[in-house]
């Protein structure tokens, strides 16, 4: 195991204790090398898109141990997502509106009130979505005003609208995004909706960062929040 160079919470100078972990002389945290290691090598399992699982599995932990800290790993991209974007929020941006189905779901003629719709911009190269409210609160109305099928014509509608889009600019880096985010999903097989919004930041966050960044801001961003 690597000896601790600096603390991991405030890059302070650290000194070694007697049962083997490190205190920090300016935030005065104790430090345990094992436990920091462990954060990162899951940090690292995280950024190369491996699932918990698999992560458990090779790592020798629990399932349910990593699954609690991919869950943490999510929500830490969520907040870094929303940083990135005030710094570039005032830069020009184009967008799309996009509405993802699970396979199993897009033959059903009423798949509208199950569809999850979010927006994508694009900052000059840098990815940032926006969940749009699910129309599912709704559906119950629309039965009651009749309007149930007309939603679901305007939603097939929207459908060939949006593979027009993406079959004219291929090369447009939100079309990229979308395809990015249909084909990793996927490996989750199944998301329910209240994580739906977790997942779409993972996914921006990582299309937006290769591995080797995605891996020391979450690290960084992990010790400065998370402990």
Same mark, same amino acid.
């Given at each position: 195991?690597?000896? #601790?160079?600096h603390?991991?919470?405030?890059q ?10 490190y205190?920090c002389?300016r935030?005065?945290?104790?430090v ?10 899951l940090?690292?399992?995280?950024s ?8 458990a599995?090779? +790592?020798? +932990? ?7 800290? $991919?869950?943490q790993?999510r929500q830490?991209?969520a907040?870094?997502?929303? &940083?990135e974007y ?12 996009y ?12 798949a509208v009130?199950?569809a999850?719709?979010?927006?994508t $911009?694009?900052?000059?190269?840098? #990815? ?21 099928s007309?939603?679901?014509?305007e ?10 889009i *993406? ?10 995004f979308w ?5 990793n ?10 994580s739906f919004?977790?997942y779409?930041k993972?996914m ?12 020391? +801001?979450?690290? &960084?961003?992990y010790? *400065?929040?998370?402990?």
């Amino acid at each position: 195991m690597s000896t #601790l160079q600096h603390c991991p919470y405030c890059q302070g100078s650290i000194y070694r204790l007697g049962d083997g972990r490190y205190k920090c002389g300016r935030c005065r945290r104790k430090v345990s090398p094992a436990r920091v290691a462990k954060v990162r090598t899951l940090i690292a399992s995280f950024s190369r898109d491996e699932n918990a699982s698999v992560s458990a599995e090779a +790592l020798g +932990l629990s399932y349910v141990s990593v699954h609690r800290y $991919f869950g943490q790993f999510r929500q830490l991209c969520a907040r870094i997502c929303e &940083d990135e974007y005030e710094t570039r929020r005032h830069l020009s941006c184009e967008y799309e509106e996009y509405f993802y189905l699970e396979r199993a779901k897009k033959r059903r003629k009423n798949a509208v009130f199950d569809a999850h719709n979010f927006l994508t $911009f694009d900052y000059e190269g840098h #990815l940032y979505t926006i969940v749009m409210p699910s129309l599912q609160q709704f559906r119950n109305q629309f039965i009651e005003d009749d309007l149930e099928s007309v939603y679901a014509e305007e939603f097939a509608r929207f459908r060939r609208q949006s593979r027009l889009i *993406k079959i004219s600019s291929r090369h447009n880096n939100i079309v990229r995004f979308w395809e990015y985010f249909e084909v990793n999903i996927l490996r989750y097989r199944g998301v329910c909706d209240e994580s739906f919004p977790l997942y779409l930041k993972e996914m921006e966050f990582k299309f937006n960062h290769p591995a080797s960044e995605r891996e020391r +801001l979450l690290i &960084d961003y992990y010790f *400065k929040e998370h402990e």
